[in-house]
């Protein structure tokens, strides 16, 4: 996720008569699921796929989208207070953090379900970053775009 916004940011840098958008359609249940108990859990709480195509919908229609912009399905991140806010988005899903996180997640986002603009993460707004992976990515493509 970190990446597709990075290089949204970058891409409107680079193209601003460009709208872009970065989306998360949320936890959907497709086939790329795993057939276990977890996979089981994720699977009954899941987004349908058509549900989690509204959050790209968003991207696509809505008429003045700041630029960039992060448009999201899922409204449990703002069930938490801004002080919570701000510690998970400066902490992440990150190690321990992970599992119990990600299957909170996924088991509440359909009690919250709408497609919203939401903030990017801190780390998103850094420029050195938004450049390097601008810069891995031409080189990357270079064979690919003429």
């Known amino acids: 996720k970190l990446a597709q916004v990075l290089n949204a940011y970058s891409l409107a840098e680079h ?3 460009w709208r ?5 359609p949320g936890w959907v249940g497709t086939d790329f699921i795993p057939e276990t108990p977890v996979g089981y859990l994720i699977r ?3 987004y349908a796929p058509e549900a989690g195509s509204l959050s790209l919908m968003c991207g696509i229609l ?3 989208p700041k630029r960039p912009v992060f448009f999201s399905n899922s409204g449990v991140f ?3 207070p801004p002080e919570g806010q701000k510690f998970f988005t400066k902490l992440g899903v990150r190690d321990w953090t992970i599992w ?5 997640h996924v088991v509440f986002q359909h009690l ?3 497609c ?3 903030a990017s993460s801190p780390e998103s707004h850094d420029k050195e970053l938004q450049h390097a992976l601008w810069e891995w990515s031409m080189r990357a493509t270079a064979g690919w775009a003429q």
């Open 15 to 17: 193209f601003p008569r």
């Open 20 to 24: 872009v958008a970065a989306v998360c």
């Open 44 to 46: 009954t709480s899941a």
């Open 62 to 64: 809505d008429s003045q």
């Open 78 to 80: 703002k069930m938490l």
């Open 100 to 104: 119990p996180g990600a299957l909170g």
């Open 112 to 114: 919250t379900y709408n």
């Open 116 to 118: 919203h603009e939401d």
